[in-house]
């Protein structure tokens, strides 16, 4: 059971930056293909960004491409997310999550192990 740990989030105005950090539990976490969600209230929880296992591949979801960068260190078994050119609709919790399967992808469905999320507030 991999267990994974967000951190990083917080308060910032509109168009500034955050890194959010994932720190795993395990070393196998460094097989696995990552991704950062988020969900705000009353909204079905997105994709924003993945990662491979190697971290050669990432992908994004077309609200944050070219703001948002998805990079991990299986040395460290953490994976990032940093964020630039925040927008109010930014806001959101965020979670990392781990697919055990190697598939990873932009369904949630697909993933196995999940943080408890970290909050990203972006003020106007």
């Known amino acids: 059971q991999v267990q994974l740990v967000e951190s990083g989030g917080g308060l910032v105005q509109s168009g500034g930056s955050l890194r959010l950090s994932c720190a795993a539990s395990?070393?196998?976490?460094?097989?696995?293909?990552m991704g950062w969600f988020r969900q705000a209230p009353g909204k079905e929880r997105e994709f924003v960004a993945g990662?491979?296992?190697?971290?050669?591949?990432?992908y994004y979801a077309d609200s944050v491409k070219g703001r948002f960068t998805i990079s991990r260190d299986n040395a460290k078994n953490t994976v990032y997310l940093q964020m630039a050119s925040l927008k109010p609709e930014d806001t959101s919790v965020y979670y990392c999550?781990?697919?055990?399967?190697?598939?990873?992808?932009?369904?949630?469905?697909?993933?196995?192990?999940w943080g408890q999320g970290t909050q990203v507030t972006v003020s106007s």
């Open positions: 999550a781990a697919d055990r399967s190697g598939r990873g992808g932009s369904d949630p469905t697909t993933y196995h192990y």
């Open positions: 395990e070393r196998t976490f460094s097989r696995y293909p």
């Open positions: 990662i491979s296992w190697s971290g050669a591949s990432t």
